[in-house]
């Protein structure tokens, strides 16, 4: 795997004629020796590249300095879009172009990694000089005009920005090349160190070594352990549920721009996303836009857009995106799966009541880069049709029985600020209820929208460390497509008076929309409770967290430096805290504050008590058993747990331990050993060696 290079320097020594060739013996022996220390060194090194490749990202190079690892197989940038909170209305369409070009800039250099991986063979500087050096200076320029930005509209931008032009190449999870032909390539298990790919593998040519996903990535759903909680509702929650049916994208409404986070950029968004609902979402839109299109929901006073990353299988088929950009130009391979339900729901809180949304308000869940950003934003739910009341999983899809089926499900930030309908970073004008269910800091209770997507997906197959039929979701190609890097976008484009329906539903406690008929609510009201985080509170558990610059954890989220308000993530044991953190937005993040764009719905009174973000699951609209159920924790490593029977059970989103902190003691020594072993060999290696030097004196 390392390309190691061992000199070794003789100083002769004048002892003698007969002495200038050792006996044959002490030559074996020496070379012994040598082959032992050798040995145990690869050991220390494989180890290491180990080690590096489960390290979890974060923000890499925050202290400005540049670093390549071994190993190298992805780019791991500062997310300057977290940092910029509060965007002056004069700068806010270049900035948000400026951050825009900061994603194609990694995306470029992240090409240039993947098609170069002979030349990082050759040269152990190559990453740094050819690759990251330039991106770094590209980065810098860029991050110079963001600030003129705001200094033209009369603001300053952030001090913290000045420190984020450094990137890292990252170490990562083994890539691996195309096996038995799959993904239309010649087969070969061939892997190399440098990121598990042939040189002569390109982005873009179709094969999943370029950019994932990998055989670590998956895991049998059989295997994991449950752990789903179920607390009771509280007096006063507003129990009802309403449902809108937009379909499942059947008219084939995609592209690969991002109107929230990168409005007036082509390609913003790098990956390709399914819509429903409004048809005429694309990087140009606005609200008039929204406000005058056509509408794939039954109800057509529902114009509001739902949209997400497209999930793809890699079986050796291609899409009609194969050579474009956002699609397998940028690593995003393989045939699109159409979901075989798409179930939007709006559901209350365990508290209290609920307010109605603004009209245009936009919302973000999940973390489309939390590969290398980290896990505190990340809001990913993978399960399988049968398991979802037991297990839910965040940093690795499942591979579901015979019979079950794929689940991705989504429960969105259901405290809003009472003024904006977007933020400069997408995230701040809503948030996560606290631990009581209650919003913090002014915000008010808003219908939770839950989403359940379910795909008919081959089932994968790990065949010596290589998977095949492997599906996995779009993404910005350096995030490698990973599971955790889910995530969903919405704007309400509802009538006022849908709305009013909508929130007079819920607080009534009936079931209405989705043909229920205005039906009062199942006994078992949708007030899940959230279930335990992440250990030591450095990580999110099921749904994750996030946190302010200073705190971040919170109810079982993961933050840049210990326990915090948490506003990002749907919450674990306890919901989400207060909205005072500053993370980005799906991607570019960017943005500034705007005002309402349009009238708040009339049933706009102050909840009598906040809600609890996790108040609900993502339930079927029909034909579904329809019973709330909590999140859990679904270790993926746990040991293996009956698997549920049952039919198609919706639970509230949750979410695994990330990769940084899943794994027990077993595991660890499962890592370790190699440097061990390797340890002993070298100092066995040395000691023989001098005891030969000894003898020939």
């Not at 973000?364 to 037991?390: L, Q, V």
């Not at 579904?624 to 919706?650: C, E, I, L, R």
């Amino acid at each position: 795997m390392f390309h190691a290079r061992t000199a070794m320097t003789c100083r002769s020594t004048p002892v003698g004629r007969n002495s200038r060739r050792r006996p044959t013996g002490a030559r074996r022996a020496t070379f012994a020796a040598v082959a032992l220390i050798l040995g145990g060194g690869g050991l220390v090194a494989a180890n290491v590249y180990a080690s590096a490749s489960e390290n979890w990202g974060g923000g890499a190079n925050q202290n400005g300095t540049d670093q390549v690892k071994s190993g190298t197989v992805t780019i791991d940038c500062p997310d300057v879009g977290q940092k910029l909170t509060d965007v002056p209305n004069a700068a806010k369409q270049n900035v948000d172009t400026e951050l825009s070009t900061l994603d194609k800039q990694i995306t470029e250099a992240y090409e240039r990694l993947a098609s170069t991986r002979q030349a990082q063979a050759d040269d152990a500087n190559y990453v740094q000089n050819e690759i990251l050096g330039p991106l770094k200076d590209n980065r810098s320029a860029v991050i110079d005009r963001i600030k003129a930005d705001y200094q033209k509209a009369g603001g300053t931008a952030p001090g913290a920005v000045d420190g984020m032009a450094a990137c890292t190449g990252m170490a990562a999870d083994q890539g691996q090349s195309p096996a038995d032909g799959q993904n239309g390539e010649g087969g070969g298990d061939q892997q190399n160190g440098s990121g598990g790919q042939d040189a002569g593998q390109q982005q873009g040519d179709g094969g999943q070594a370029v950019s994932g996903p990998v055989a670590s990535d998956f895991v049998d759903i059989t295997t994991v352990q449950p752990d789903v909680r179920k607390p009771a509702p509280q007096a006063g929650a507003s129990t009802g549920e309403f449902v809108t049916k937009c379909g499942v994208n059947e008219n084939g409404k995609h592209n690969t721009d991002n109107v929230i986070v990168a409005p007036g950029v082509k390609n913003g968004a790098h990956h390709l996303h399914d819509y429903v609902g409004n048809q005429s979402n694309d990087a140009f839109a606005t609200n008039d836009t929204f406000a005058a299109a056509e509408t794939s929901c039954d109800d057509q006073g529902d114009k509001s857009s739902y949209y997400w990353p497209v999930l793809r299988v890699q079986d050796g088929t291609q899409d009609f995106d194969q050579d474009a950009d956002g699609g397998g130009k940028e690593g995003n391979v393989g045939r699109i799966l159409v979901a075989k339900q798409a179930e939007i729901k709006f559901v209350g809180s365990p508290t209290g009541e609920v307010v109605g949304m603004p009209r245009f308000l936009r919302i973000i869940t999940g973390d489309a880069k939390a590969f290398t950003n980290g896990p505190a934003n990340a809001n990913a739910h993978w399960s399988c049709t049968g398991f979802e009341d037991k297990v839910q999983l965040t940093d690795k899809y499942p591979i579901c029985p015979q019979g079950s089926q794929v689940v991705r499900s989504f429960a969105f930030q259901s405290c809003w600020d009472g003024q904006n309908i977007d933020s400069a970073n997408h995230r701040t004008h809503v948030a996560f209820a606290d631990a009581g269910g209650n919003c913090q800091n002014g915000f008010k209770a808003i219908p939770q929208l839950t989403m359940r997507l379910v795909y008919d997906a081959p089932q994968p197959s790990i065949d010596n460390g290589q998977v095949k039929n492997a599906y996995a979701v779009d993404g910005f190609p350096e995030q490698l497509h990973k599971p955790i890097t889910d995530h969903d976008d919405f704007i309400n484009v509802m009538t006022d008076d849908l709305m009013n329906q909508v929130v007079g539903c819920i607080n009534d406690g009936r079931q209405c929309g989705g043909g229920a008929d205005d039906q009062p609510p199942a006994t078992s009201a949708p007030s899940d409770q959230p279930s335990s985080g992440g250990d030591n509170g450095s990580a999110p558990g099921n749904g994750g967290g996030t946190g302010d610059d200073n705190g971040g954890g919170g109810n079982g989220g993961g933050s840049n430096s210990g326990g915090g308000n948490q506003t990002e993530q749907p919450p674990v044991d306890t919901p989400g805290t207060a909205p005072d953190a500053t993370p980005g937005g799906e991607g570019a993040g960017g943005g500034s504050h705007v005002d309402h764009g349009g009238a708040t719905p009339k049933v706009d009174t102050t909840p009598k008590s906040a809600p609890n973000d996790e108040s609900a699951a993502p339930q079927g609209a029909s034909g579904d058993d329809n019973t709330g159920q909590a999140p859990v924790t679904g270790d993926a490593t746990a040991a293996a747990a009956a698997p549920a029977g049952g039919g198609d059970t919706s639970v509230p989103p949750a979410q695994t331990e990330p990769q940084a902190v899943t794994g027990g003691l077993a595991e660890t020594g499962a890592q370790l050993w190699p440097a061990a072993i390797g340890g002993v060999l070298v100092i066995m290696g040395l000691l023989l060696l001098r005891r030969i030097g000894r003898r020939s004196v």
